[in-house]
């Protein structure tokens, strides 16, 4: 007799998940990644005019086995146009012992937490440990999760905002500094900001390199979030040439992340690449080994964290009895 599958809508998915569990079960994907525990994620991704789709797909053995498979819409304009998110998607997670699906759910809360929580996770091995300052560039959902998950494991005291539109950046100073109670001052102007950080998080769908090498302060860790497929471009390459690379999925940003710019231009090669996140947490190679060092984190988005991510809100679903069950093939 089948269990059903269960649906989750954005708001239960919401509802279900917090961004410290989610940190915890991401660092878990990449370490079980690092460590051979896990079958390679996949990925496919498909243009269209304003926009694209990527499918992400993984397999990740937990107290069950789980397979999930995510397909995200992300079109920049859809704010202006249509009044609609960017990302857009579902999730399917299914039992990957018989292939039951088990859960569709509303990927966008999901994609947003889960992202933000390895820029936290990646915050935690590659900044240094005293880091008090941040620029948060891009100031959507992606911003506010990110400057969310730093403060979980960095005694972050003072933050600057900056978006295109500094509308954006005046409300995430005003919701953010309360609730984090930090001083967040929205900017017009990154680039003092960032000389001034510690720490900074670019969240853009920019497709032309804005934040420069002769910006940065020695011993800032950089997370470049926004760069999810070929054409996306957030920092110049000299960024990575001239400084500690870190990558989520080597292969991956090497085709569609910040690594690949600087592949193309010639001016690194894939052996360059200090190493992947998960070989850092897993203790394999070393993250930071200076204060004084620049550390990039290239952050592309790898699917075990859907899996794991997904596998959570699941879980916590059946124990809260929360969605609605139907039984597809009935």
């Not at 070929?230 to 500690?244: D, I, Y």
Request: net charge negative; glycine share 8%.
């Amino acid at each position: 007799m089948t269990e059903g599958t269960l649906l989750l809508t954005g708001r239960e998915v919401a509802a279900l998940l917090t961004i410290e569990e989610c940190m915890t079960a991401v660092e878990l994907a990449f370490k079980m990644y690092a460590e051979g525990k896990t079958s390679p994620p996949g990925i496919l991704g498909v243009h269209s005019r304003d926009g694209g789709f990527h499918i992400k797909a993984g397999l990740l053995d937990l107290d069950r086995s789980y397979f999930a498979a995510k397909c995200n819409a992300n079109f920049p304009e859809n704010g202006k146009k249509f009044g609609l998110p960017t990302i857009q998607g579902i999730v399917v997670l299914c039992d990957a012992e018989n292939g039951y699906p088990l859960a569709v759910m509303d990927s966008i809360e999901l994609t947003i937490q889960r992202t933000g929580a390895a820029t936290g996770v990646a915050a935690k091995y590659l900044a240094r440990p005293d880091s008090k300052t941040a620029t948060i560039i891009g100031c959507g959902n992606q911003g506010r999760i990110s400057l969310r998950a730093l403060t979980q494991v960095l005694p972050i005291e003072r933050a600057w905002a900056y978006d295109q539109d500094h509308s954006r950046a005046q409300n995430l100073a005003i919701e953010l500094s309360e609730e984090l109670r930090i001083q967040i001052e929205p900017v017009e102007d990154f680039h003092t900001a960032v000389s001034q950080s510690d720490v900074c998080v670019t969240c853009t769908p920019s497709k032309h390199p804005f934040l420069v090498n002769d910006f940065i302060a020695p011993g800032t860790f950089i997370a470049a979030v926004g760069s999810d497929n070929p054409e996306k471009h957030e920092l110049e390459t000299a960024m990575l040439s001239r400084n500690k690379v870190i990558v989520d999925v080597l292969e991956q940003c090497a085709t569609i992340g910040e690594l690949h710019h600087a592949l193309d231009q010639e001016v690194m090669k894939k052996d360059q690449v200090h190493a992947e996140l998960g070989e850092v947490v897993a203790a394999i190679k070393p993250g930071r080994t200076s204060s004084d060092e620049v550390i990039v984190f290239d952050s592309t988005g790898m699917a075990l964290q859907d899996v794991v991510t997904s596998a959570l809100v699941y879980e916590k679903a059946k124990q809260q009895g929360a969605g609605t069950t139907i039984v597809l093939s009935a």
